[in-house]
């Protein structure tokens, strides 16, 4: 198909590591800096096993 971006098929979905309460784009969700590793992508010497590494999690967004 003419719109579909080259290597994506649209069953992909972007990996969800364990911190992340939602998708990327879901409404009401957004970035926010892992707690665990305070945005650093690591614990020590090795990846953070909540962000995957990214230092990033995507969390609900409180409003009200």
Do not use: H, Y
Request: glycine fraction near 22%; proline fraction near 9%; charged fraction near 25%.
């Amino acid at each position: 198909m003419a719109n579909e971006k080259p290597g994506k098929t649209p069953s992909e979905k972007p990996k969800l590591n364990p911190g992340d309460q939602a998708e990327v784009g879901t409404p009401g969700a957004g970035e926010n800096i892992c707690r665990e590793c305070n945005g650093t992508g690591k614990l020590g010497e090795k990846e953070c096993p909540i962000c995957g590494g990214t230092g990033i999690v995507i969390e609900e967004i409180g409003g009200g």
